[in-house]
C-alpha cells in the first residue's frame, strides 16, 4: 500500500464489483488511495496466478472508470494463506477494509468465512458490500453479531 496516507483496501476475488464501487466513492470522499488486493493461497492451481493478476488489471481499470482523475489505486496479488490472515495482515496498514458479502448457496456469513474472520480481527473498520443481489434490510448472519461492522450503504462516510 502506499506509504503516504492509509489507503481503503478491497480484497478481490471472483466479481467485486459492488465492492470496487464502494470503495472508488469511499476514497474519492476521503481523499485518499485504493489498494486493490488478491490473494493466491500457496498450492492452488498454476492458473490462479495469471487469474489473479487479470483480476487485478481488470479492476485497476474499472476504478479509475468509476472515477476518472483520481483516485489513486495500486495493486497487490499476494502468494500467501490463509486468505483472511493476508488480509487481516495488510489491514494493520489501511484506512478501512472493503469486502464483497457473498451470499448464495455455499457463500454465507458464516463463523469461519473470511469475512467474519476479517471482521472479527482486523484493526481498522471493515465494510461487507453487499452483492448485487441481496436485500437491504436483511438480517445480518449470528457469525457478526456483537462486531461493530461499518454498513456499506449508499451516502455513508468511510
Do not use: F, K, N, W
Request: glycine share 8%; proline share 9%; charged share 20%.
Amino acid at each position: 500500500m502506499p506509504a503516504d496516507s492509509p489507503a481503503i483496501l478491497v480484497a478481490l476475488d471472483d466479481d467485486a464489483a459492488p465492492a470496487l464501487r464502494y470503495a472508488v466513492d469511499a476514497a474519492g470522499r476521503a481523499g485518499c488511495a485504493v489498494h486493490l488486493l488478491h490473494v493466491v493461497v500457496p498450492g492452488s492451481s498454476p492458473t490462479a496466478h495469471a487469474t489473479g493478476e487479470r483480476l487485478l488489471r481488470d479492476a485497476a481499470v474499472r476504478a479509475g472508470e468509476l472515477a476518472p482523475g483520481a483516485p489513486r489505486v495500486s495493486t497487490e496479488l499476494a502468494h500467501a494463506g490463509p486468505v483472511a490472515d493476508v488480509i487481516v495482515q495488510r489491514a494493520s496498514r489501511a484506512r478501512q477494509v472493503v469486502l464483497q458479502r457473498r451470499d448464495g448457496p455455499g457463500h454465507g456469513i458464516t463463523e469461519r468465512s473470511t469475512c467474519a474472520e476479517v471482521a472479527r480481527r482486523a484493526t481498522c473498520p471493515v465494510v461487507l458490500v453487499p452483492g448485487p443481489r441481496h436485500e437491504e434490510h436483511e438480517v445480518v448472519s449470528a457469525a457478526l453479531a456483537g462486531l461493530e461492522v461499518t454498513p456499506a450503504l449508499p451516502g455513508v462516510l468511510p
